[in-house]
């Protein structure tokens, strides 16, 4: 696959940036009017002394001579003034504008996630993904503030200056602008285009490193037991070496830029001294304009300076983006929803022949399974961690395509399937429990938006909650925490199924649905949910049945998964327990 | 912060640690003040020639020198300033590198029980990013602290020689530094804490929602959760904005203090020249000196500018450095073991008792000696001690009291439930027990842990990269591929934590299968388990109770 062009990378987040056009050209104004005032400044002073001088010479001289001291003094408190507050408002409303950015950018994300499917999501749950998610984004929120804006004052500002010394000597306002041009076009892209590959490269050294480290501290009683820290400290140091290579070529390369934009502007500066000198020796400028002219010049250092070190790193920018485009790719490739309705009462199952191969793997996951449920029937599908059982709920409940085979669910293909109706008709209780930092109602509420207070009630008194929930001193609105830690493993597991009792599904998949309760509850919460599930189908994923309190209530029949394939399928003339 | 008397003060263990690069950042404080004086000579040359030319009506051809001096000069500034760079950004990576290091060093003489104890995903991001967070405030910030005060010196002492009126203006600023410094400092701690606040805040929202995308989609609410995700964001812009207002006003007013100074100088300067200031040294002001004062005003506050930009790099590591702190004080472990001199024992625990953090004692005081050859089964409810009993043996931690005594130069191979999978080719896992295998012997040891047909299996042999980006394992094959490290050791004690607890029964049957060669190789191996199949292997049971005390009776094998 040819390399996207950084211009193709950076695209649809620049157009998100459009968005918010009028709000980019404020800043940039505002951001153009300090660099114009810190000109205006040092030029007008510089030009003041000088008159001053010259008068003062020629009325020592005795000579009729006068300056008007008031409008260039008027000037010069109005630029350093007008500096300060441009700057301040300038860096106000920036970040303003990068903070709606964020939101843009977060919004925009979460959506094109919710799209994704089991597989690519189960990749991301992981929180180094995560901590790179967030740093991708904060890197391309600040893509204006960096680079954008940057590069367009720092041009202003150059052709302003080499346009007012054009007024008076245009060949010196040429100079000057090749000059300055040609340190700006240097900056912008000879800079980005030597860095690009070690900036690059960063994020993906930090991340084998953080990987090698985690591997190092997990495995650190197989290390040590076989005497190979220093052998596995070896390959990190390794690793390390190769990160601080890069970030050492790219120090140097971003000092480079801030010498030479440093060592243009003085020189620029000594050639409009030069052509001001030669200007004023022909009468053609007054010595007060020689001296405006070299310190204009000067003063446009400031506007160029942030540039070095932003273009050095513009690679990580592009990495950033090329990961977000990766993943909204991602998002976009799943169009499994159609528009079929879905029957009402319980829902029959069939799986034909299905498997599900994993990339980069040895063996499929799942490999020829074939599986009819009928209306109102309930299968336990036993199988050791691994098996697979994951992957078959995964597949039914449309969260992952298969490789092979076609599922079928209440007589419809599952792919036909209106997204809306296969949500609301089928109800899956997975092995991880998400709740939200939140409420615990505003947790319920996710399964039913318009339920009452008294329904939340009801389906907290189904899972024997309701008790210690009138006992919590904020009742229905206690907040959970994040990822639900404020309640325990159990009692996370039960609001999760007081969730599936406030909708009306005709398929329910439970895994594991009593892994974490104690036996109490267990004895209280399976006769309640042998009630519910009756008019309704029911597959269990469990590691086995033993007979005992644990076991799901009803198993009409019996299915073994052992490595990714079926093997025995039996009827159970009587329910368990 | 300072709660923890034995635990140093972050700014003292950064000092320690700038102390060892003192040469480097010596070098790039050196390279600072020479753009110091370089800009101060790049100025008085430029007053000198405009001087030269306005006053003193010299032609520009006869400047010739000074133009080609004023060059010289802008070259040596330019090289001093990225010396500047250069220097301070190796010290930095050097200290990066040994801050990394120490703390490995200290994980390791933690030993893998203590260490284990934190998350290893919080240790690694400390050991990656809030290492790498200390880069801004060597690389940075040290080096222009002391520009801070070295340059305005500098540039103080020239104006004072050239006009002590206006010294005087900029000295009359100078008390005010300090000032604006606390304010500069203040503003950014708090934009530092309250923004981290807030950030950290938002950020736990967002990954909150996006880590219970599944349950979104299964509900079918991804609509509201996306546009909730917007509203946060915006809230979070709101209060922050509120944050900001307060915090950009201590670097407007260093801006602001930086133009007026300029304005001061030049209004004083230009007044001077007119002749409508006859006090003190107004009277004897040039255009050389006047534009010389001028030039250099904005120079006098800009180093402080610097730092006030740098100033967050200094809340950055002090912060990281308070935690690695944290870490560092952690008592390391003692030694493990004495020599023992037997005949038939490998190793031996006498009275030993362990006790976790939190939780009291996990396991003893217990007594056990494990003989060449035999093989142990040790079992027990869940939570009487059994792991601890294993590490306890093993050495990776040291008995609160009683002692560990070991045959000299014993090897010991461990193995639990998570074997390690490091990021690297097959043979790279496998030469870990072993780095001198020839291949052969590798092929064997994968031969005698069930592994063959996997390694025929595979698209490159022993050189396929396994883990992320290469071949994906099932627990099952990682757990013989453990094994096969035993094989490939010469340890004569393999101590095994619940080797097949979460195997299915076919992959189970091969791995006792495996464990059984190694017995017949005559190492003695040490089982915790719940399972029949091992128990049945041990020739000796050692049973805890609940409370990690051993029952009375040592059954053996056929009782």
Redesign the interface.
Known sequence: MPEPSLRSCLAPWLHLFARRRRRLVLGTLLLAITHA?AVG??A???W??????????A??AGLAAS?D?YV??GG??F???S??VS??GE??YN??TV??F???L??RL??V????D?RS?AR??A??W??R??ADIDTLDSLFLRLLAPPLVALLTVLLVAALLAVWLPWLGIVVAAMLLFAWGWLTTGQAWLGMGASRRLVAH?Q???????????????????A??G???Q??EAQ?ARL?FD??FL??L???G???V??TV??A??AA??LA??A??QDAIS?AV??LM??AVLACGEALALLPVAFTHLGATRGAAERLNALVRAGKTRGMAGSEPLPAGPLSLSLCNVSLS?P????PALHGIDLTLAPGRRLALI?????GKSSVAALI?R?LPPSEGEIVLGGVPLAQIE??AL??RL??L?Q?V????GSLAANLR??A?QASETSLWQALAWVALDEWARQLPHGLETPVG??GRALSGGQARRVALA?LWLRDPGLVILDEPFAGLDVDTVTRLRPRLDAWLEGRSAIYLVHQLDGGDFDPPGVSHVAHL??GKLTVCANRGHPSG | MNDDAHRPIPRRWLAAHAAGQRGWLTLAALAGVSVGVATVAQMALLAWIVSRLIIDDAAPGELGGAFALLAGVLVLRALAQWGQEVAGQEASLRIRQRVRAELLDHLAALGPVRAGDRHSGGLANQLVEQVEALDGYFARFLPQLRLAVAVPLLILGVVLWLDWLAALFLLLAAPLIPLFMALVGMGAARLNSEQFAAVSRLSGHFLDRVRGIATLQLFHRTAEATAEVHRAADRYRQLSLRTLRVAFLSSAVLEFFASVAIAVVAIYVGFGLLGYIDYGPAGELTLFSGLLILLLAPEFFQPLRSLAQHYHDRAAALGAADAMLVLLAEPVRGATSRPLDSEKDLAVLKMATLSHPGRGRVVGPLSVSVQAGEVVAVIGPSGAGKSALLQLLAGFVTPDTGQRLVRPGLGIAWLDQRPLLIHGSLADNLRLAAPEASDSELCQALERARLGELLVALPEGLDTRLGEGGVGLSGGQAQRLALARVFLSRASLVLLDEPTASLDEDTEARVVESLRALAAEGRALVIATHHPALMAMAGRRLSLTAAGLPNDVEEGADA
């Open positions: 005032s400044l040092l007008l002073s510089g003041f002394i000088t008159a001053s001088a010259l008068t003062g010479l009325l020592a300056l001291v260039p003094g010069i408190r630029f350093a003034l500096r300060t700057r301040y860096r106000l970040h303003d903070l709606r964020l939101a843009d977060r919004g979460f959506a996630m919710t799209r994704l089991e999501l991301q749950r929180s180094d995560l901590n998610l967030t930090l084998r490193l953080r990987g090698q480290l985690i591997e190092h501290l997990q495995g650190q009683a197989e290390l040590e037991a076989y190979s820290q052998w596995h400290r390959r990190i390390e601080q970030q050492r120090a140097r971003a000092g480079f801030v010498a030479l440093n060592l003085g020189l500066m000594l001294l030069w000198a030669l004023w020796q010595g020689m001296v070299p310190l994993y980069g793997a040895l063996q199988g050791a961690s691994g098996a409940a969260r997204e809306r949500r609301e109800a899956l997975g991880r998400d709740l939200f930092q996710l399964a938006p994040e990822g969730r052992v490595q």
